[in-house]
């Protein structure tokens, strides 16, 4: 299984860097749209929809697709209406604030969101601004890079959390949805990420003011990476799967890769856009 993993993940890096770094933004945002509409699949399953909702479910995310692409970029990817897109990243981002409430109040908080429509509609503020925020991203200056770091983000919280976890995990912080997980563990994947975010800010001499929001957003992204990954379990644990699909070998399935991405995502293009970041790059 560790031998499949592996290869699976050689494979899947390799695929993304080269869309990321050598395919034209036009052509790279229809790549993500496909991945977002594979995981609009295993979302559906998550809301526990037949084969032919899952279709309309699917309409459905393709049209909101659509419609942001038109309503941000007006088809030319390469030129966003910002106030536009910090629109919908403020409503993506509202959403993960509610999310952890729901997570830490989970079983109870199942009252308010177990509908399979409910979880459908969380399935658009959750895939939509996924997209539209990588999007984005890839278009301003060293965009790929962007990208790439906010991949870093979650990795270095996810990494920090299991090492410190795995020594010092005493107090759990969310026993009822994912047991392993501690507190000790949460603060020390913040714990890396500030310290990425500091070494960032001083390799680029940003102006203390832009640093101190970009370590902010940092930790916040983090934040919403733990989120991400709850969240996800938590629908799952309610599903009562394991995994959202099969479709990665040794994997499981695209939204068990990218539950942490599609949170952290938004929240750092947002505070990346409100810390004018790019233009110190």
């Not at 996924?130 to 991203?137: D, F, N, T, Y």
Request: charged letters at 15%.
């Amino acid at each position: 299984m560790l031998k499949q993993r592996i290869k699976t993940a050689v494979v899947l890096a390799t695929l993304f860097l080269g869309a990321l770094f050598l395919i034209p933004i036009k052509w790279f945002s229809l790549i993500v749209a496909g991945v977002i509409l594979l995981g609009g699949w295993e979302w559906a399953n998550l809301a526990n929809l037949n084969r032919l909702l899952r279709l309309v479910f699917l309409a459905a995310l393709g049209a909101a697709l659509i419609f942001t692409a038109d309503y941000v970029f007006k088809m030319q990817f390469d030129n966003p209406d910002l106030t536009r897109a910090r629109q919908i990243l403020a409503v993506a981002c509202g959403w993960w604030a509610l999310a952890f409430l729901w997570v830490q109040s989970y079983p109870a908080s199942a009252v308010l969101w177990g509908n399979r429509w409910v979880r459908a509609l969380i399935g658009l503020l959750v895939l939509v601004p996924a997209w539209l925020s990588i999007v984005i991203l890839c278009g301003q200056v060293h965009g790929a890079w962007l990208v790439l770091f906010v991949v870093a983000i979650v990795v270095g919280a996810d990494v920090g959390a299991y090492f410190v976890g795995r020594r010092f995990g005493r107090h759990k912080l969310a026993r009822r949805v994912s047991p392993g997980k501690s507190w000790e563990g949460f603060f020390g994947g913040l714990a890396v990420c500030l310290l990425l975010a500091l070494i960032i800010a001083w390799l680029f001499a940003l102006p203390l003011k832009n640093t101190l929001l970009f370590c902010f957003g940092v930790l916040v992204t983090a934040l919403a990476s733990v989120i991400g990954d709850l969240a996800e379990s938590m629908f799952k644990r309610h599903r009562g799967i394991k995994d959202s699909s099969q479709i990665l070998p040794g994997h499981g399935g695209l939204l068990d890769r990218l539950d942490s991405l599609s949170a952290a995502l938004p929240v750092f293009t947002l505070a990346a856009l409100a810390s004018e970041l790019p233009k110190y790059l």
